[in-house]
């Protein structure tokens, strides 16, 4: 499985992003979707993962209202809708592929990572 993130860029604080996610390759093994964040001097953190073939979500709490998480299967996409963005969401946002049913905030539950894309959110 491949996964090819874009979307990110500059916005302000109070601005919106989307961020996207395409796999391709062996689709058919994904399970679930993830989005995980690093910001600089910090380690990586969970953001969202989505179900591939449902309609369940798991959101880190602080985010949880703010960031949307969504799919579309005949795309193999995954999204990240970022609303009212803060200097603190300035990262580094990777998408996740895996292959277990159970949605899972941890890294290691993931066998499959894109590449990253810059989010910087200025005041």
């Known amino acids: 499985v491949q996964l090819q993130a874009s979307g990110g860029g500059l916005v302000q604080a109070g601005g919106s992003l989307r961020l996207s996610c395409a796999a391709s390759?062996?689709?058919?093994?994904?399970?679930?979707m993830a989005w995980f964040r690093q910001a600089p001097g910090k380690e990586r953190e969970f953001v969202a993962t989505?179900?591939?073939?449902?309609?369940?979500?798991l959101y880190e709490d602080s985010m949880k209202g703010r960031f949307i998480i969504s799919r579309d299967n005949v795309k193999n996409t995954v999204y990240l809708q970022m609303n009212s963005l803060e200097p603190e969401d300035t990262a580094v946002y990777y998408c996740?592929?895996?292959?277990?049913?159970?949605?899972?905030?941890?890294?290691?539950?993931?066998?499959?990572w894109g590449q990253g894309t810059q989010v910087t959110v200025s005041s």
């Open positions: 390759g062996r689709t058919f093994s994904i399970s679930q």
């Open positions: 996740a592929a895996g292959t277990q049913m159970i949605l899972a905030r941890t890294q290691a539950r993931y066998e499959y």
């Open positions: 989505i179900s591939w073939g449902g309609s369940n979500a």
